[in-house]
């Protein structure tokens, strides 16, 4: 199981909740006493997000969704662009074509 655990130290909000974690290489949604990451890769302008995991506890709510949008919305506002191979966002973005224009 990957580390879930938020960084405390690290506190850069994005839309809603969620909040980039540099140091980690993701984002992070901290709902309850769990929290939901979608990890990434820098290269250049370009984030290559690899990996999103929403814990148990949390799934069938909308959180990954929640997650990746706001990530997105990030990414976006910093603007950088976006490769997504992690099939989970890659999905995401096929469904809302308001973010095609950050894919390369």
């Given at each position: 199981m990957r580390d879930t655990?938020?960084?405390?130290?690290?506190?850069?909000?994005t839309s809603e909740q969620?909040?980039?974690?540099?140091?980690?290489?993701?984002?992070?949604?901290?709902?309850?006493?769990?929290?939901?990451?979608?990890?990434?890769?820098?290269?250049?302008?370009t984030l290559v997000f690899?990996?999103?995991?929403?814990?148990?506890?949390?799934?069938?709510?909308?959180?990954?969704?929640?997650?990746?949008?706001?990530?997105?919305?990030?990414?976006?506002?910093?603007?950088?662009?976006?490769?997504?191979?992690?099939?989970?966002?890659?999905?995401?973005?096929?469904?809302?074509?308001?973010?095609?224009?950050?894919?390369?």
């Amino acid at each position: 199981m990957r580390d879930t655990e938020p960084d405390r130290d690290t506190d850069h909000r994005t839309s809603e909740q969620v909040r980039d974690n540099p140091a980690r290489s993701r984002f992070e949604l901290a709902i309850r006493d769990a929290v939901a990451i979608a990890t990434y890769r820098r290269e250049g302008d370009t984030l290559v997000f690899t990996h999103t995991e929403v814990p148990e506890t949390l799934r069938g709510g909308g959180v990954a969704s929640r997650l990746v949008r706001g990530a997105l919305d990030a990414t976006r506002s910093r603007g950088l662009r976006v490769r997504p191979v992690c099939p989970y966002v890659a999905g995401f973005i096929d469904a809302h074509s308001e973010y095609q224009d950050l894919v390369v």
